[in-house]
């Protein structure tokens, strides 16, 4: 048998274990059945197709225009898709949208919040929204504050967080209903390394109790390391899809990521570059 070469080892040694997906008999809390959106004559999302099991921590990744963002958003109901079907807990998300939404919590791209409010209101006002009596939202808060250490923050005015402490108070937001499925679009964008290692660990908390979470990242490192499923999403088409283990086929997530969406350029040229101005 040959040697193994560089490159062959290199992927060996970094190749993570995989989280455990939950078994084929598992309840399926997502099915996205040929969705398509068009733009005009630019179709965006292209007969997408997904099943996500409870338990599972599901990632979507694909580069930046491959539809992952509208149709994360035809999932949580922000956009009406031109086909296809969503049923969320066995719900037809667009036929029955009440229900739907009472079992989802959403963290949507470009975050739009209520900012004029304080972290503490803005989490009272979502609590009531969901139907949550005021003991519970109390309560829930004090918990999720706790939880995401705002506690130095609830009190000051959305609109003066940093970019990561908005995206902390949006997902606690996102959960104070304690929701089946979390449906988030880029959580650790702009997060620190210490608030993104504190909401993984509330993210795999939830999880392990019985919770499900879809979330999109263009961190392959990321979603290798806290997924246990993932799809491929590239020009509004699902490239692969399965446990991570399935669709990695022995190679890292970025090596076989690059292979199925292809685009990478050889840095060949740009020869000027090398001779500096001064």
Known sequence: M?????KASRKKRTLRVARKAPPESADRVLV???????FGEKT????????????????????????????????TGLL?????????????????PEAAKRATGVLPDRLRLFDRLTGGQLLHYSGTLRGLDARTVRERSADLIAAFGLEDAVDRLVAD???????????????????????????????????AANLTEILERYVAG?????????????????????AVVVGGKVLAAGTLDEVRQGETLEDRFVALAGG???????EWLHSFSD
């Open 210 to 230: 019985g919770g499900t979470v879809v979330l999109s990242s263009h961190g392959m490192d990321l979603i290798e390391r806290v997924c246990d499923s993932v």
């Open 32 to 38: 996205v059945d040929a969705l398509v959106k068009r």
């Open 2 to 6: 040959p040697a193994p070469t560089k």
């Open 161 to 195: 967080y940093s970019a990561g402490m908005t995206k902390k108070i949006a997902l606690a937001c996102a959960m104070i209903h304690s929701p089946r499925l979390l449906v988030l679009d880029e959580p650790f964008e702009s997060v620190d390394p210490v608030s």
């Open 44 to 75: 965006a999302v292209d007969h997408i197709s997904l099943q996500v099991r409870a338990g599972s921590f599901f990632g979507v990744v694909g580069p930046n225009g491959a539809g992952k963002t509208t149709t994360l958003s035809m999932v």
């Open 80 to 96: 009406r898709p031109d086909e296809g079907t969503v049923r969320i807990h066995d719900i037809d998300a667009w036929a029955d």
């Open 264 to 270: 990478r350029k050889a840095a060949e040229g740009m």
